[in-house]
Each structure stands twice: as structure tokens, then as C-alpha cells.
């Protein structure tokens, strides 16, 4: 169904007298219905001045009689001269041409072309003289039939004269029409229109306006009805807080005053008003913040009540918010503009870019994405019918949903469909600044330039500037936030997953809100994330602010699809390539019979026949490798591709391909000179090796070349063949086939992946197929070795120890259970010196969902060191338990913690979180519950104003005098949630601030709490989950 609508304006006559404001009014009535209601640009026709002649407005009506269907519905507006003739009782619409009756247009011709139209609706409203001769009296009908039964309508402006205005205004009639327009906030029929313009005309003794349905047979009884296309109710009713600070950006050496920010949510009325001091001229400047979602028409009448000044001085500024999806931009615009008759107006979003903040440099030729054989991947969905550009681009223009992850596994295709993502929003939004950050290469960057607390979005901008040396561009922090909340930079950052397992105490968690905080104005950012499946999956996130999918693996339809593209269509070819993936598909589920088919396999494989001069020969083989397991679906997949290379190309055997690899992720970190390829080459393989070699590889399906460096082709590939590396020094065989020696880059390694429950420790172990005395052997001769090294600083041993034994424990549960037993024999054999004696024992960032407990009873610690090891109070301890010379960080003791007092540990050193938790321990549990009394009585007591429990503002009040109250070293953040959770507080958000309340129902509790020590079953269950 089409709405339809047709403009007739006519200002300039041969015979008459010229008009004012008719064509005015037409355009105003078009962008009105076009901003707000279900009008379409395309769906419109307009007749001005010379072309709005007898002839071509007859020709028009024909046009709608052949074109409209009975789904559609036409709105007719005629703003010109009319006439009226006594002797035939007609009325006429004066044309551009018309001299006489003879010439005009008559009302009887315009309602039978209405009569012969199919439509189901028309609409008529005719501003001339004499324009009510068009119209009956009507009967009205029950809601449910207005939009049913066919109707045709008309408002007329006037029984004889229609008051002109003057060329910058709108004749009474209009202005009034759009003053219901502009007001509505809902849908609305013909008559509610018609009765509202009735209603302002009627003390008007000179013009009365009329509507009724026409004298034809077509119409029916039913009505048309303006339906809103984007209600203002969708529009959240909100202020933006930042824009005194993007006035300064703006004019750093101004001076800027706040007027007033004033709101009236009833009434929707809101906005904020600086004014700018200019000295020297001695002449002021207005900025004025229209909310998003306010009445503009109320707005304006009580800022000329209220501010008439800033409409006196010609010199206002006003800063609008865009909508996403908004169309008519433009449009909008003019409408503010004829209402409040600004200096200039702006879109804020838009003024942040281009007036507040450096020129980006964008390069606006190149894409991310350079592949030509490009399918779109499957995605987990309900729907099976969407596809994941149509869910990305309902995110795009959302709001206050500021991110969009992209998961699955390594290799999946997430980087590709993030990066044809961000070529489709450029090519819509040719000015996005778009910040793509690899995880991979700003690793480093972000580790060094690491300060204490959490990292937030911002650090990842600075260490990709950083990384490429380009901190001269650099946005300081405020003006990012700024430009990131406004929509003008979209983030993508690749493989969050590399932070996640290479930056320790990462937490994704302030991470992601750290986003959210850098969107909580104008709510626009957008930021695409990629990370691994089982590395998302780790997080418990809110999802109301984010969008997540997780790509599939190809099925054969979708295999087939991609290899067609590939080889633009050649049967051979796609027959060849499905045969050889079929060597590497795998079912989808144990459930189901489909087979799937990993991408990075199928791109292996379209690159490979894409490079064959001959027939393609399959080879059957078994996998015959001394590094890869036949017993792991990507080693057999690599053993393939590399044997396959070997007989193609006459390359390497596969192990020395696969040492190349090895030495390559390893000393190298997936990246080399290609000039240096050969040398490296013959450096992992210990001979030297043909130039003919050295070239295939630069072809090989695992490396790619940029520029002038090599690197894999899959980021996953670097930590893959890292793991072989570390199992083949842990792994004992009766071949004796093991690594012995250990150098730097294993310590390195061991440090930066090996922390407990990391993806890299599950790959290592799944190439350990035994766990006996032998490998425990192999553990020990490790440690000793880097123990006793006299080239390795002592806090390097301290981390690798950790992660060492963090990786032997990874194992030992896989063979045997979680147990005290279990675990504690393991710590015996790696750090047992003689009996109960323990030496140089490392425990870093020890913590899982099930405790690893240990039993030290009876046992010495001796240079020991403890940091970040939740279950340390769940272990065994005796009175015969020492801890001599050892370090306890990020530790803390509870009540149950039994056999340990404060006189077992000798000489070591702790921080004030285990300090403090032994002082409450010796306390005993009345002393705490004392404390706890106490530390209770003071925070609610933070509430308390003129002998009255009040709210309180969370910045000014609770949170700066918090630490005063807090000798317990409870965490603010867990303890607020525990009483919004336990519904003694309620957090509302004023100015875009936290204002705190205690609940009505616990406000009796605590008032005789505070008062005279009164617990009942509020504050005692306050009390039991503190205790906890």
C-alpha cells in the first residue's frame, strides 16, 4: 500500500494578481508528511507556478486515474487563487494561465476525476477563495471502518475570501494544519485534522474552513489515516551532557556561560543554553541544544517567553541530534530552521567532526577486504531466511547498542566478515573514520604502555597509534569519547582473543563497559569485535547492549557456492576441489548426517587448484609425522596441505616443513624479511636447502606475502605450532625423540600462554597422549634447568614456575581428578626438595570454577611466592605449616581458614589485603560482626540529611566518602550490587549521573538500625551475605 501525494502551488499569475505563500506552503506541507509519516520521496508530485496550467494539472488527474491501485491512497493539496461563479453556482481553481470561467479549472471536473480514481483513500485540501462549494455535510463511521471502506474527503479553507501571507511565512490555514502535524504523536484520521482547524478558525469572522466527504459515489464511508512512520515517542527524551566541552573543542579560548538546561518531560520541552562572551566586539553568541525527542514547537514558545534575547540578536547557533536511519536530513533542518530562524543549525554528531576536532586521514580507494570469491558465512540464527549483513545493519542503526561481536573458531572467516562489513558502511558513508585494530600487532603496545587499572577502549586507539607511529594524529581522550559517542569513528578490533590469553588479569568485563561508558550520551558508537568462540563464551555479559553472532563452518551448498566463484564457474575445477574437501569434512554434529567443511580449508584448497598447471592426483597416505597427531583434526588437515605441497611442487619433506613452522612462530612470532626467508629456513631444518624450495614456499597455503615481509596465512597458526613446540619438550617416547634444552623462547612462551585455563594449555594437552613418571621426570629436569640458570632474572623464574606448573596441572586433570590428593602430588614431585620441605614453589593466577586445593600440612614453604590464588584459604594447613622468606599477594584469608596463625609465616613479606584479612581472623567472628555493625551504621548513615533518609548523588556523596567508612576493605562495586540485589537500593539516573535511594520497604529497618542497633531480617541478611 502507497501513499500518494500531489502539490499544486501557485504564486505567480498572467491575469491575477500574484500571491505570497502558496508554493511556501505546499513545500512545508511535503516535508512535514515526508519527515514524519509514511510518505516517500518518489511517491511525490509537484506543479508550480507556469506549470501549474489547466492542461497539466488535468493531465495529472488522468495520470492517477490509470496508475493508482485499490491499495493505494492520494493526498491533494491546491494552495492558489479561487473562484466562484453565481450564475452556474461553480467553483473554480484559478490556474497560472486562467483569465476568465472560461479558462479556470472547475470543482464539479476535479471531484469526478476523484470519482474515477481506484484508490482507496483521497484526500483533498484546497486553500483558495470560495473552496467550500466543494464539499456535503458526512456521517461518521466506527474506528474499525475508517481504514476499511474507501473514502473521499476534502478541507477547504474558505466560504469566500482565504487570507495570502507574505513570502517567509505560511497562510494561516497551512500553519495551522502543520501546527497538528508537527504536535501529533500519534496516528491520526481525516477528521481529527478537520476538527482541529475548524477549532482555530472559529472566532475568525472572516475565514471558516470546512471538511466533509465529496458528493461522489466512491466514497464509502471510511477514512484516511496519517500513520507515523517514526513516532517521537521512539526517541528517547534525553539531554546531552557534553556540550560545554564540545564548545570548548569548538573554541578552546572562549568564553562560554550555561543559561540554563531545562526540562520538562511532561511537556517535552528540553534543552540547554550557553551563551559565548566575545570581549572585544562586546557581542554575545547563543548555543542552544534542542533534546532528542522534545516538542520543538513547545520548546519555542517557552524560550520566547522565557529567553526572547537570543531570538533579538540574530547570533543563535542550534545543535540538533541526528537519528540513525534518518532520512531527509536536510529536511529537518529547514523545519527547525522556519521556526526558530538560527544564525545556522547544526546536526551535533556533524559539528563534533567537523569543527571540533582534527581532519582524519582516510584513505578512500583502498578496501579491507581484497578477495574476489567473497560468500557470505553462515551464521547460528532462528531465522533461517536472514543474513548477517541484514542483522549487522539493524545493529548500525540502532542506538544505545554499541557493539557487535563477531565469535567461532580459529580460522572461521571472522577478520573477512568483519572487513567486508566495514567496505559496505564506507561505501554508504564514504566520511566513517574506521579504526580497524589487529589484537595481534598492538599486543605489545598495549603490554608496555600498560598503566595500573583496567584497559579501557581508548588504550587500544593509543597502542594502534603507537604501533605505527603515528601519535602526531593522536585524539586526546576526551575528544575521542566524544567523537566515538557521536557515531564518527567505527572500531573494529580483530581478535580480542589475543588480549584475552596474552594480557594477564585482562578483564574483558571493564572492557566491554568501557565502551558502553564511552557511548552514554548521543548513545551512536559502534564498535565490531572478533574474538575466538570458547574465549567469548568465558564472559557472563549483558547482552542488552550488544549484538552477538557466531559463524559456521561451509556446508556443501555453500562449498559449492564459494568454489564457483572461485573458479567463475568451471565444473572441473569446483568437482576437483569438492572432492578433495570431502577428504577433510567432518559431520556437524554426532546427531546428524551433513557434513561441514571448515573455510580456511576450502580456501587452502581453491588456492591450490587455482595454482596447478596439471590434473589434480590425489594421494592416499597415512599421517607419518613426528609432530603432528594423527588423532587432531587440524594436524591432519596440515599434514595433508603440507604432503600435497611436497608432491606438487617437489617442496621439503612435511616434518621439515613443519620445523620451519615451528621455528618460525617461535623466534620469529609468525612474521620475517622475505629476504631473510632462506636463512631461516635452513636455520630450522639444519641444512641448506634449494632456491626452487625457498620460492614454493613463498606460495605455500600457510603463508602469505605483504609487501615485503612473510606471515601465515591464519592468525591461529602461530600459537598452534607454538604448542607442538612446548608438547614435544614435555613428551616422552621410547625414540627419545624429545627436546631437552631449554632456551629463552620457551621461557618466553611458557610465560605469556601457559596461565591456568588458557586456549593454549588445552592445545598442548591435547598432544599429550600419556602422563606417567617419565613426563613428570621431563617437568623436573625443565624446572631445574631454569631454576637454576644464572641468566634468568628471579621474577622470570617466579613466572615461569607458575605457568609450568599451571600447565602440568592442565594436564594432570586431564588424566586424573581435581583432587587435594592429585593436586598436591604433583607439587610434591616439581618442588619438593627432601621431605616437608618445599623450595622456590611459584602459584601466579591460579583460579578456576572448581578449587585447586592443596595440602601443605606438615610441609615448610621455603622462598615461596603466591599471587592471585583464590582457593590459597581452601588448601590444608596444620600447626606444623611454615611459610619462610615467601611473598603472598592478591590473597585473602576467611573464618573457615583453619590451622594458620599469623606466626607461621617467617619473614614474609604480604600485601594489606592478606594483613588485613589475618587482623579480622584474630578478631574472631564477634569482632567482625562488630565491624560489620559498625561499617554498616556508617554507610546507611552517608543518607541521612536534616534528620531525614534521603537520596544521595553516588559521585558527590557515597562513592568519595565510601573508603572513609570501609575499614573491612569490602569491594564498593560488589557491596552496591549486593543491596540492589537485596532490594534495600534503588539507583535512578539524573543529568547522567547515579543518584542513590534507599527502598521504601528497607527505609524502617534502617532508620532503626542507625539508631538504636535494631537487626532484623533486612539488615541480618545484609549481614549474612557480607559474611560470605
Same mark, same amino acid.
Given at each position: 500500500?502507497?501513499?500518494?501525494?500531489?502539490?499544486?502551488?501557485?504564486?505567480?499569475?498572467?491575469?491575477?494578481?500574484?500571491?505570497?505563500?502558496?508554493?511556501?506552503?505546499?513545500?512545508?506541507?511535503?516535508?512535514?508528511?515526508?519527515?514524519?509519516?509514511?510518505?516517500?520521496?518518489?511517491?511525490?508530485?509537484?506543479?508550480?507556478?507556469?506549470?501549474?496550467?489547466?492542461?497539466?494539472?488535468?493531465?495529472?488527474?488522468?495520470?492517477?486515474?490509470?496508475?493508482?491501485?485499490?491499495?493505494?491512497?492520494?493526498?491533494?493539496?491546491?494552495?492558489?487563487?479561487?473562484?466562484?461563479?453565481?450564475?452556474?453556482?461553480?467553483?473554480?481553481?484559478?490556474?497560472?494561465?486562467?483569465?476568465?470561467?472560461?479558462?479556470?479549472?472547475?470543482?464539479?471536473?476535479?471531484?469526478?476525476?476523484?470519482?474515477?480514481?481506484?484508490?482507496?483513500?483521497?484526500?483533498?485540501?484546497?486553500?483558495?477563495?470560495?473552496? +467550500?462549494?466543494?464539499?456535503?455535510?458526512?456521517?461518521?463511521?466506527?474506528?474499525?471502518?475508517?481504514?476499511?471502506?474507501?473514502?473521499?474527503?476534502?478541507?477547504?479553507?474558505?466560504?469566500?475570501?482565504?487570507?495570502?501571507?507574505?513570502?517567509?511565512?505560511?497562510?494561516?490555514?497551512?500553519?495551522?494544519?502543520?501546527?497538528?502535524?508537527?504536535?501529533?504523536?500519534?496516528?491520526?484520521?481525516?477528521?481529527?485534522? !478537520?476538527?482541529?482547524?475548524?477549532?482555530?478558525?472559529?472566532?475568525?469572522? /472572516?475565514?471558516?474552513?470546512?471538511?466533509?466527504?465529496?458528493?461522489?459515489?466512491?466514497?464509502?464511508?471510511?477514512?484516511?489515516?496519517?500513520?507515523?512512520?517514526?513516532?517521537?515517542?521512539?526517541?528517547?527524551?534525553?539531554?546531552?551532557?557534553?556540550?560545554?566541552?564540545?564548545?570548548?573543542?569548538?573554541?578552546?579560548?572562549?568564553?562560554?556561560?550555561?543559561?540554563?538546561?531545562?526540562? #520538562?518531560?511532561?511537556?517535552?520541552?528540553?534543552?540547554?543554553?550557553?551563551?559565548?562572551?566575545?570581549?572585544?566586539?562586546?557581542?554575545?553568541?547563543?548555543?542552544?541544544?534542542?533534546?532528542?525527542?522534545?516538542?520543538?514547537?513547545?520548546?519555542?514558545?517557552?524560550?520566547?517567553?522565557?529567553?526572547?534575547?537570543?531570538?533579538?540578536?540574530?547570533?543563535?547557533?542550534?545543535?540538533?541530534?541526528?537519528?540513525?536511519?534518518?532520512?531527509?536530513?536536510?529536511?529537518?533542518?529547514?523545519?527547525?530552521?522556519?521556526?526558530?530562524?538560527?544564525?545556522?543549525?547544526?546536526?551535533?554528531?556533524?559539528?563534533?567532526?567537523?569543527?571540533?576536532?582534527?581532519?582524519?586521514?582516510?584513505?578512500?580507494?583502498?578496501?579491507?577486504?581484497?578477495?574476489?570469491?567473497?560468500?557470505?558465512?553462515?551464521? =547460528?540464527?532462528?531465522?533461517?531466511?536472514?543474513?548477517?549483513?541484514?542483522?549487522?545493519?539493524?545493529?548500525?542503526?540502532?542506538?544505545?547498542?554499541?557493539? /557487535?561481536?563477531?565469535?567461532?573458531?580459529?580460522?572461521?572467516?571472522?577478520?573477512? &566478515?568483519?572487513?567486508?562489513?566495514?567496505?559496505?558502511?564506507?561505501?554508504?558513508?564514504?566520511?566513517?573514520?574506521?579504526?580497524?585494530?589487529?589484537?595481534?600487532?598492538?599486543?605489545? $603496545?598495549?603490554?608496555?604502555?600498560? =598503566?595500573?587499572?583496567?584497559?579501557?577502549?581508548?588504550?587500544?586507539?593509543?597502542?594502534?597509534?603507537?604501533?605505527?607511529?603515528?601519535?602526531?594524529?593522536?585524539?586526546?581522550?576526551?575528544?575521542?569519547?566524544?567523537?566515538?559517542?557521536?557515531?564518527?569513528?567505527?572500531?573494529?578490533?580483530?581478535?580480542?582473543?589475543?588480549?584475552?590469553?596474552?594480557?594477564?588479569?585482562?578483564?574483558?568485563?571493564?572492557?566491554?563497559?568501557?565502551?558502553?561508558?564511552?557511548?552514554?550520551?548521543?548513545?551512536?558508537?559502534?564498535?565490531?569485535?572478533?574474538?575466538?568462540?570458547?574465549?567469548?563464551?568465558?564472559?557472563?555479559?549483558?547482552?542488552?547492549?550488544?549484538?552477538?553472532? *557466531?559463524?559456521?563452518?561451509?556446508?556443501?551448498?555453500?562449498?559449492?557456492?564459494?568454489?564457483?566463484?572461485?573458479?567463475?564457474?568451471?565444473?572441473?575445477?569446483?568437482?576437483?576441489? !569438492?572432492?578433495?574437501?570431502?577428504?577433510?569434512?567432518?559431520?556437524?554434529?554426532?546427531?546428524?548426517?551433513?557434513?561441514?567443511?571448515?573455510?580456511?580449508?576450502?580456501?587452502?584448497?581453491?588456492?591450490?587448484?587455482? $595454482?596447478?598447471?596439471?590434473? &589434480?592426483?590425489?594421494?592416499?597416505?597415512?599421517?607419518?609425522?613426528?609432530?603432528?597427531?594423527?588423532?587432531?583434526?587440524?594436524?591432519?588437515?596440515?599434514?595433508?596441505?603440507?604432503?600435497?605441497?611436497?608432491?606438487?611442487?617437489?617442496?621439503?619433506?612435511?616434518?621439515?616443513?613443519?620445523?620451519?613452522?615451528?621455528?618460525?612462530?617461535?623466534?620469529?612470532?609468525?612474521?620475517?624479511?622475505?629476504?631473510?626467508?632462506?636463512?631461516? !629456513? *635452513?636455520?630450522?631444518?639444519?641444512?641448506?636447502?634449494?632456491? @626452487?624450495?625457498?620460492?614454493?614456499?613463498?606460495?605455500?597455503?600457510?603463508?602469505?606475502? +605483504?609487501?615485503?615481509?612473510?606471515?601465515?596465512?591464519?592468525?591461529?597458526?602461530?600459537?598452534?605450532?607454538?604448542?607442538?613446540?612446548?608438547?614435544?619438550?614435555?613428551?616422552?617416547?621410547?625414540?627419545?625423540?624429545?627436546?631437552?634444552? !631449554?632456551?629463552?623462547?620457551?621461557?618466553?612462551?611458557?610465560?605469556?600462554?601457559?596461565?591456568?585455563?588458557?586456549?593454549?594449555?588445552?592445545?598442548?594437552?591435547?598432544?599429550?597422549?600419556?602422563?606417567?613418571? @617419565?613426563?613428570?621426570?621431563? &617437568?623436573?629436569?625443565?624446572?631445574?634447568?631454569?631454576?637454576?640458570?644464572?641468566?634468568? *632474572?628471579?621474577?622470570?623464574?617466579?613466572?615461569?614456575?607458575?605457568?609450568?606448573?599451571?600447565?602440568?596441572?592442565?594436564?594432570?586433570?586431564?588424566?586424573?581428578?581435581?583432587?587435594?590428593?592429585?593436586?598436591?602430588?604433583?607439587?610434591?614431585?616439581?618442588?619438593?626438595?627432601?621431605?616437608?620441605?618445599?623450595?622456590?614453589?611459584?602459584?601466579?593466577?591460579?583460579?578456576?570454577?572448581?578449587?585447586?586445593?592443596?595440602?601443605?600440612?606438615?610441609?615448610?614453604?621455603?622462598?615461596?611466592? /603466591?599471587?592471585?590464588?583464590?582457593?590459597?584459604?581452601?588448601?590444608?594447613?596444620?600447626?606444623?605449616?611454615?611459610?619462610?622468606?615467601?611473598?603472598?599477594?592478591?590473597?585473602?584469608? @576467611?573464618?573457615?581458614?583453619?590451622?594458620?596463625? =599469623?606466626?607461621?609465616?617467617?619473614?614474609?613479606?604480604? #600485601?594489606?589485603? /592478606?594483613?588485613?584479612?589475618?587482623?579480622?581472623?584474630?578478631?574472631?567472628?564477634?569482632?567482625?560482626?562488630?565491624?560489620?555493625?559498625?561499617?554498616?551504621?556508617?554507610?546507611?548513615?552517608?543518607?541521612?540529611?536534616?534528620?531525614?533518609?534521603?537520596?544521595?548523588?553516588?559521585?558527590?556523596?557515597?562513592?568519595?566518602?565510601?573508603?572513609?567508612?570501609?575499614?573491612?576493605?569490602?569491594?564498593?562495586?560488589?557491596?552496591?550490587?549486593?543491596?540492589?540485589?537485596?532490594?534495600?537500593?534503588?539507583?535512578?539516573?539524573?543529568?547522567?549521573?547515579?543518584?542513590?535511594?534507599?527502598?521504601?520497604?528497607?527505609?524502617?529497618?534502617?532508620?532503626?538500625?542507625?539508631?538504636?542497633?535494631?537487626?532484623?531480617?533486612?539488615?541480618?541478611?545484609?549481614?549474612?551475605?557480607?559474611?560470605?
Amino acid at each position: 500500500m502507497s501513499n500518494h501525494l500531489f502539490l499544486i502551488g501557485v504564486n505567480e499569475y498572467q491575469y491575477q494578481n500574484n500571491l505570497s505563500s502558496s508554493v511556501k506552503d505546499c513545500v512545508d506541507f511535503k516535508d512535514v508528511l515526508l519527515e514524519k509519516f509514511d510518505f516517500e520521496e518518489q511517491k511525490v508530485y509537484e506543479i508550480y507556478n507556469e506549470n501549474a496550467t489547466n492542461k497539466k494539472i488535468q493531465d495529472a488527474f488522468r495520470g492517477y486515474i490509470k496508475q493508482l491501485t485499490e491499495d493505494d491512497s492520494l493526498i491533494i493539496y491546491y494552495s492558489g487563487h479561487g473562484e466562484y461563479d453565481d450564475i452556474s453556482n461553480t467553483g473554480y481553481w484559478v490556474t497560472h494561465e486562467g483569465s476568465d470561467y472560461t479558462s479556470y479549472l472547475p470543482n464539479y471536473l476535479i471531484v469526478n476525476f476523484i470519482n474515477y480514481m481506484k484508490c482507496k483513500h483521497v484526500f483533498l485540501i484546497s486553500d483558495a477563495c470560495f473552496s +467550500n462549494s466543494l464539499l456535503l455535510n458526512g456521517t461518521f463511521k466506527k474506528p474499525i471502518e475508517y481504514l476499511e471502506k474507501q473514502s473521499r474527503w476534502a478541507l477547504t479553507s474558505a466560504y469566500n475570501e482565504a487570507k495570502d501571507s507574505d513570502d517567509v511565512s505560511n497562510t494561516l490555514f497551512c500553519e495551522t494544519m502543520l501546527e497538528f502535524l508537527e504536535l501529533t504523536d500519534k496516528d491520526f484520521r481525516v477528521t481529527e485534522l !478537520i476538527e482541529f482547524v475548524k477549532s482555530k478558525f472559529e472566532i475568525n469572522e /472572516f475565514q471558516a474552513p470546512q471538511g466533509a466527504p465529496l458528493q461522489i459515489n466512491s466514497h464509502k464511508g471510511g477514512e484516511f489515516i496519517f500513520k507515523i512512520q517514526s513516532p517521537n515517542d521512539n526517541r528517547k527524551f534525553k539531554g546531552y551532557n557534553d556540550l560545554s566541552k564540545i564548545l570548548k573543542f569548538y573554541k578552546r579560548n572562549a568564553q562560554f556561560n550555561e543559561i540554563e538546561t531545562y526540562e #520538562d518531560r511532561t511537556q517535552k520541552i528540553g534543552y540547554s543554553l550557553f551563551r559565548e562572551v566575545d570581549s572585544v566586539l562586546k557581542k554575545f553568541a547563543y548555543y542552544l541544544y534542542l533534546y532528542d525527542g522534545a516538542n520543538q514547537t513547545k520548546t519555542l514558545i517557552h524560550l520566547r517567553e522565557n529567553h526572547s534575547v537570543i531570538f533579538k540578536e540574530k547570533n543563535l547557533i542550534i545543535f540538533i541530534t541526528s537519528e540513525k536511519g534518518q532520512k531527509n536530513k536536510e529536511i529537518r533542518k529547514k523545519n527547525i530552521h522556519d521556526k526558530f530562524k538560527p544564525l545556522n543549525i547544526f546536526y551535533i554528531e556533524e559539528f563534533i567532526k567537523e569543527h571540533c576536532t582534527p581532519k582524519f586521514e582516510t584513505d578512500t580507494e583502498s578496501k579491507y577486504l581484497n578477495i574476489s570469491n567473497f560468500v557470505l558465512p553462515p551464521f =547460528k540464527s532462528n531465522d533461517k531466511d536472514i543474513k548477517i549483513n541484514g542483522v549487522f545493519n539493524e545493529w548500525f542503526e540502532s542506538i544505545e547498542k554499541p557493539i /557487535f561481536v563477531i565469535k567461532g573458531t580459529g580460522g572461521i572467516g571472522k577478520t573477512t &566478515i568483519a572487513q567486508y562489513l566495514a567496505d559496505n558502511l564506507l561505501e554508504e558513508n564514504p566520511d566513517l573514520y574506521v579504526l580497524f585494530i589487529d589484537s595481534v600487532q598492538i599486543k605489545d $603496545s598495549l603490554l608496555k604502555n600498560k =598503566k595500573s587499572g583496567s584497559i579501557n577502549i581508548y588504550h587500544f586507539y593509543e597502542a594502534l597509534l603507537d604501533t605505527y607511529d603515528n601519535n602526531e594524529e593522536k585524539l586526546s581522550e576526551e575528544l575521542f569519547k566524544i567523537n566515538l559517542d557521536a557515531g564518527n569513528i567505527l572500531i573494529i578490533i580483530d581478535g580480542l582473543d589475543e588480549v584475552i590469553s596474552k594480557i594477564s588479569n585482562f578483564s574483558v568485563d571493564e572492557f566491554i563497559e568501557s565502551i558502553k561508558t564511552f557511548s552514554n550520551e548521543l548513545g551512536h558508537a559502534k564498535v565490531i569485535i572478533t574474538c575466538r568462540t570458547y574465549f567469548w563464551n568465558l564472559t557472563d555479559l549483558n547482552s542488552n547492549y550488544f549484538n552477538v553472532v *557466531e559463524l559456521e563452518p561451509f556446508n556443501e551448498t555453500r562449498a559449492r557456492e564459494l568454489f564457483n566463484i572461485s573458479f567463475n564457474n568451471d565444473i572441473k575445477k569446483t568437482n576437483k576441489a !569438492i572432492q578433495i574437501a570431502s577428504e577433510f569434512k567432518y559431520p556437524s554434529s554426532t546427531e546428524e548426517k551433513e557434513y561441514i567443511y571448515h573455510p580456511y580449508v576450502l580456501d587452502i584448497i581453491q588456492t591450490i587448484i587455482n $595454482s596447478e598447471k596439471e590434473d &589434480i592426483q590425489l594421494t592416499e597416505s597415512d599421517l607419518t609425522s613426528n609432530y603432528l597427531s594423527n588423532k587432531i583434526k587440524t594436524d591432519f588437515i596440515i599434514y595433508r596441505v603440507c604432503q600435497r605441497e611436497k608432491i606438487r611442487v617437489g617442496q621439503i619433506e612435511v616434518d621439515k616443513q613443519i620445523e620451519f613452522f615451528i621455528n618460525f612462530s617461535v623466534n620469529n612470532r609468525g612474521i620475517i624479511r622475505i629476504a631473510d626467508l632462506k636463512s631461516v !629456513i *635452513e636455520e630450522s631444518i639444519g641444512q641448506r636447502i634449494d632456491i @626452487n624450495n625457498v620460492e614454493a614456499f613463498k606460495s605455500h597455503p600457510f603463508l602469505k606475502v +605483504n609487501d615485503q615481509s612473510i606471515v601465515f596465512r591464519y592468525d591461529f597458526l602461530t600459537d598452534l605450532f607454538k604448542s607442538i613446540y612446548i608438547s614435544r619438550h614435555i613428551t616422552y617416547n621410547n625414540n627419545n625423540t624429545f627436546e631437552t634444552k !631449554i632456551d629463552r623462547k620457551f621461557i618466553d612462551i611458557i610465560i605469556e600462554s601457559c596461565w591456568y585455563g588458557s586456549a593454549f594449555n588445552n592445545d598442548v594437552l591435547s598432544r599429550v597422549q600419556q602422563w606417567t613418571d @617419565n613426563e613428570f621426570l621431563l &617437568i623436573y629436569d625443565i624446572k631445574n634447568q631454569v631454576q637454576n640458570s644464572n641468566d634468568v *632474572e628471579v621474577m622470570i623464574k617466579r613466572k615461569f614456575l607458575a605457568n609450568l606448573f599451571n600447565l602440568s596441572l592442565t594436564i594432570n586433570h586431564s588424566f586424573k581428578d581435581n583432587n587435594i590428593e592429585s593436586n598436591s602430588a604433583i607439587l610434591y614431585s616439581m618442588f619438593e626438595k627432601n621431605k616437608d620441605y618445599i623450595e622456590f614453589l611459584s602459584v601466579i593466577n591460579l583460579n578456576s570454577d572448581r578449587p585447586v586445593r592443596f595440602n601443605f600440612s606438615d610441609k615448610s614453604i621455603v622462598d615461596g611466592y /603466591f599471587d592471585n590464588y583464590n582457593d590459597f584459604a581452601k588448601c590444608t594447613f596444620n600447626e606444623r605449616t611454615q611459610f619462610i622468606n615467601c611473598t603472598i599477594l592478591n590473597i585473602k584469608l @576467611n573464618h573457615s581458614t583453619n590451622g594458620l596463625a =599469623k606466626n607461621q609465616f617467617i619473614d614474609c613479606s604480604f #600485601d594489606s589485603i /592478606f594483613d588485613t584479612s589475618f587482623e579480622l581472623k584474630e578478631t574472631g567472628i564477634e569482632g567482625y560482626n562488630e565491624s560489620l555493625k559498625t561499617f554498616l551504621n556508617q554507610f546507611f548513615k552517608l543518607f541521612f540529611s536534616n534528620g531525614r533518609i534521603g537520596r544521595q548523588w553516588e559521585h558527590k556523596v557515597i562513592a568519595p566518602r565510601y573508603s572513609g567508612v570501609n575499614k573491612l576493605r569490602i569491594d564498593y562495586n560488589s557491596f552496591i550490587k549486593l543491596l540492589r540485589k537485596q532490594n534495600v537500593l534503588t539507583v535512578s539516573v539524573e543529568q547522567g549521573k547515579n543518584k542513590f535511594a534507599i527502598n521504601d520497604n528497607a527505609k524502617e529497618s534502617i532508620i532503626k538500625f542507625t539508631k538504636d542497633g535494631t537487626v532484623d531480617n533486612i539488615i541480618l541478611g545484609l549481614y549474612n551475605s557480607l559474611k560470605k
